[in-house]
């Protein structure tokens, strides 16, 4: 059984740590696409246009080491909310999905649009001020100056946009399981998750 497993939800909320612990416990490979707007993004910041950044997107430009700063984040919603830049990039994202042994893919709407007939769907949610936090330890140890405050704000500007965009809006497919992560750890979140894809599908982790 080829097996996609498409989980989407705003920033920080854990969907990427679910989706690698994920494609591990399955044997599949993952997907980051957050990664592909992020390093579409990181490009306009040098001048490049937006559609043209998509389209000559390549995959040394995934292995940038500054692609989770705050300004790459701001820039990767920018270019997200444009449909020429979208449309230039599912091709490989689909291609991805169903590729050979099956695949995990994390995004904003994988779900929706990607991969509608995903056989397991998943939306990672966490309260503002939880992912807020979360987001803030992450970049003061990566050694950025910034403030929770600063955080937050940004936070909830991107998911403004994020869900107000005409093109492939942030939110739940019909048929996604809902996790919210606010109060749970990681282990508990691997867990629930691992047991309601092999409640859907009968497979079982192997790893």
Do not use: N, W
């Not at 498409?6 to 399955?26: Q, W, Y």
């Not at 001020?129 to 970049?139: G, Q």
């Not at 508990?188 to 691992?194: D, E, L, Q, S």
Request: with cysteine; charged share 30%; aromatic share 4%.
């Amino acid at each position: 059984m080829r097996l996609t497993i498409a989980i989407d939800g705003p920033a920080a909320a854990g969907k990427g740590t679910l989706s690698r612990e994920l494609a591990r416990a399955f044997d599949l490979a993952h997907l980051d696409t957050g990664l592909i707007y992020r390093a579409t993004g990181r490009r306009t910041l040098d001048g490049t246009g937006a559609l043209e950044a998509a389209q000559t997107l390549t995959a040394a430009d995934l292995e940038a080491d500054d692609l989770r700063t705050p300004d790459v984040a701001r820039a990767a919603s920018v270019v997200a909310a444009i449909p020429e830049v979208r449309a230039a990039l599912v091709d490989f994202q689909r291609a991805f999905a169903r590729r050979q042994g099956g695949a995990v893919l994390d995004g904003r709407d994988i779900g929706t649009v990607i991969c509608p007939e995903a056989e397991m769907k998943f939306f990672v949610t966490a309260s503002d001020e939880v992912r807020a936090e979360r987001r803030f330890v992450e970049l003061k140890e990566g050694g950025h100056d910034v403030t929770f405050d600063t955080v937050l704000a940004d936070l909830r500007e991107r998911d403004a946009r994020d869900s107000a965009r005409a093109t492939a809006p942030l939110k739940p497919a019909e048929d996604a399981e809902v996790l919210d992560t606010s109060e749970m750890d990681i282990d508990a979140v691997v867990a629930t998750a691992i047991a309601m894809v092999t409640a859907r599908t009968g497979l079982k982790p192997v790893a």
